[in-house]
């Protein structure tokens, strides 16, 4: 849910997103090479305007956050998995990527930097690792960009949606796709922009926060962030496939879930099936940005199928809680998310 900007209800701070840290750290890949990363004020990049990646789409991001701790330590919410998937990413839009090591040095290095621009809990300091092509030819629209850019802003966030804030409602689309399969589990741009469309239309047409993209009746995801079916026992989502993007949320959610003696289950379920678990059950959105949001309606063909009471689901509210907990360190740390 990156695209939503939403005033947290329980403090004063910007719309999540738009406000920036002043500090960011710029690597460049040239000539078959990564240059020492350099860190510098937070600016405008100078890029040719034939820019691979204005032409081709060649780009990949992340977007991960850094906690102030109750001792005053700063840490990361599952780092390495995060560069994990940035590799991944960058693998299928055929882009470079600094050595592990660099990556992780690089977004500790912005953290560091931009120390002082952290806030309180429950807000966070949200990372934004970004790979671009730039080399500049246009006429490489069958080639790899030969020039890279990768570089890690980062921008003070609030509680997107606070505990006891509005539900969600979402319009189920099971005609159009999100992302076409095989670059759907890529963190990229352009399955952003391949999905928008949809996601204005129905902002227009049914006053709907997000679309679920269920392609041939096959429940994915919405345009930016992970659907999950919960009630008091159960918690059911698709299993990953390279349609739909693998959000760090979704594991760190299923986890935990299951440590609090939820059944995880992973399979496939359609349309259908979310109308009558809604009966009973509730329904979430999962993502960095948000942690765990509640569905309180869903919108299909023009109908509006109510969640449960309307209001966010009360296993919806004690699992985001419970990750919350873990994230601003005030629950034990059992899985060793933070570093
Ligand atoms: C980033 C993203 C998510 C959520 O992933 P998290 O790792 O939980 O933040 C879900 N769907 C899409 C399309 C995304 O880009």
Redesign the pocket.
């Known amino acids: 849910?990156?695209d939503e900007p939403k005033r947290n209800s329980t403090q004063d701070v910007a719309p999540f997103g738009t406000i920036f840290a002043p500090y960011m750290v710029v690597a460049k890949y040239a000539e078959n090479n990564w240059a020492e990363p350099e860190s510098m004020p937070l600016g405008p990049l100078p890029l040719h305007p034939g820019s691979h990646v204005f032409h081709y789409g060649s780009s990949c991001f992340?977007?991960?956050k850094a906690f102030l701790m109750p001792d005053g330590m700063v840490r990361i919410f599952?780092l390495d998995?995060?560069v994990a998937?940035l590799q991944e990413s960058a693998q299928t839009v055929c882009l470079p990527l600094p050595p592990r090591e660099t990556i992780e040095g690089m977004i500790r290095k912005t953290v560091e930097l931009c120390r002082d621009a952290i806030p309180n809990e429950p807000g966070a300091l949200y990372l934004r690792p970004t790979l671009i092509g730039t080399e500049s030819n246009i006429g490489a629209a069958g080639a790899a960009s030969g020039e890279a850019l990768f570089f890690v802003i980062a921008s003070p966030v609030g509680d997107y949606f606070s505990s006891d804030g509005r539900s969600l409602r979402i319009k189920i689309e099971d005609q159009q796709m999100?992302?076409v399969p095989g670059f759907?589990s890529a963190?990229?741009g352009g399955?952003?922009a391949s999905?928008l469309r949809h996601v204005v239309k129905a902002r227009e047409t049914d006053q709907a926060d997000q679309v679920l993209f269920c392609p041939d009746g096959d429940v994915q995801?919405?345009?930016?962030?992970?659907f999950l079916l919960i009630n008091d026992h159960q918690i059911l989502t698709k299993p990953v496939t390279d349609a739909?993007?693998?959000?760090?949320?979704?594991?760190?959610v299923l986890t935990l879930g299951e440590s609090l003696g939820y059944e995880i289950v992973e399979r496939d379920f359609t349309v259908a099936e979310i109308k009558e678990w809604i009966k009973t059950g509730e329904a979430a959105?999962?993502?960095?940005?948000a942690v765990l949001s509640g569905v309180g309606s869903f919108i299909h063909n023009g109908m509006s199928f109510t969640v449960g009471d309307g209001k966010i689901g009360a296993n919806t509210k004690r699992l985001g809680e419970a990750l919350k907990a873990i994230q601003a360190g005030r629950a034990r740390d059992s899985f060793h998310w933070l570093s």
């Open positions: 849910m990156l992340e977007g991960m599952r998995r995060h998937r999100r992302a759907g963190k990229t399955n952003y999905a995801e919405t345009g930016a962030s992970n739909f993007l693998h959000g760090v949320t979704r594991d760190s959105l999962s993502g960095t940005a």
